[in-house]
């Protein structure tokens, strides 16, 4: 199995981004799987976000190759035990 790119879209001013970057950052070793992504520059949403799916933030979007494979949005099931499965899974 091919580890997927994993992109965790936030963007500035987002109460729910900076809850979730919280959650995240009580998992040893997240920096090795997952990136934190930008979704807007300038007030726009940045091409890759758009190209990603991403409609809210935050967002979580797994790329494999050129393609899309998971995208996952809102706040509510971010939680340490959830990204913990994930770091696991794909560690």
């Known amino acids: 199995m091919n580890k997927p790119q994993i992109h ?3 963007q500035e001013g987002c109460r729910p981004c900076e809850y979730v970057k919280t959650q995240l950052s009580k998992v040893e070793g997240w920096e090795d799987v997952i990136s ?3 979704s807007k520059c300038c007030g726009q949403w940045t091409d890759f976000a758009k190209e990603s799916g991403v409609q809210a933030t935050p967002t979580l979007v797994a790329i494999e190759g050129d ?3 998971a995208r996952q949005a809102g706040s509510q099931s971010f939680t340490s035990d959830f990204f913990q499965g994930l770091i696991e899974k794909f560690s």
């Open 8 to 10: 965790l879209f936030v």
């Open 67 to 69: 393609e899309v494979v």
């Open 36 to 38: 934190i992504t930008d």
